[in-house]
């Protein structure tokens, strides 16, 4: 007669999750602010917007700006990021978006470890990072990390508005 072991099964390790499962995981900040009447709803356009240019913009691209696929070098199939864009996500990139980041990214909240405006809105906005984490890793308070967000995206905001009547006064002028 066999006799059963005692004791706990041995548990086989699982493998981690990847980066993008774990992202899907996090709870997306910006509605979340919205909820608690910290943004309004075209503040959350702007956000959403910024981040869709954003990853537009870096779509295969790896972090140090290198080519995702050495296959795409060796057969001529390059395309830069603005080849991969479409009409309104270019349109949106320099009429809005690149003005947008030019004025922003000279906007300095603290010098050590520097944190710009441009800065401090992308990791929101695209990395999906807690505005109180990005205020204790840079050690500015939780208001003033609200206050230079709201101003970010309210700058955006009224560059999207103009970029709509100038694109209306065109249709008009036809």
């Not at 356009?45 to 295969?60: D, M, N, P, S």
């Amino acid at each position: 007669m066999k006799t059963k072991k005692r004791g706990r099964p041995k548990r086989e390790k699982g493998i981690a999750p990847t980066p993008e499962t774990l992202a899907k995981l996090q709870p997306n900040v910006l509605p979340s602010l919205v909820y608690n009447g910290i943004l309004d709803l075209d503040q959350e356009k702007a956000g959403e917007e910024i981040a869709h240019v954003y990853h537009t913009l870096h779509r295969g691209l790896l972090p140090a700006g290198g080519i995702e696929n050495d296959r795409s070098i060796a057969t001529g199939t390059l395309r830069d990021p603005f080849a991969r864009m479409s009409t309104g996500e270019r349109n949106a990139w320099e009429f809005t978006y690149k003005p947008w980041a030019n004025s922003e990214s000279k906007k300095l909240i603290r010098k050590r470890p520097r944190l710009c405006r441009w800065k401090l809105t992308l990791l929101i906005t695209h990395e999906n990072e807690n505005p109180e984490v990005l205020a204790t890793r840079y050690q500015v308070e939780y208001p003033k990390i609200i206050r230079y967000l709201k101003d970010s995206l309210n700058e955006y905001v009224y560059l999207m508005q103009n970029n709509k009547q100038r694109s209306s006064n065109v249709h008009t002028m036809s």
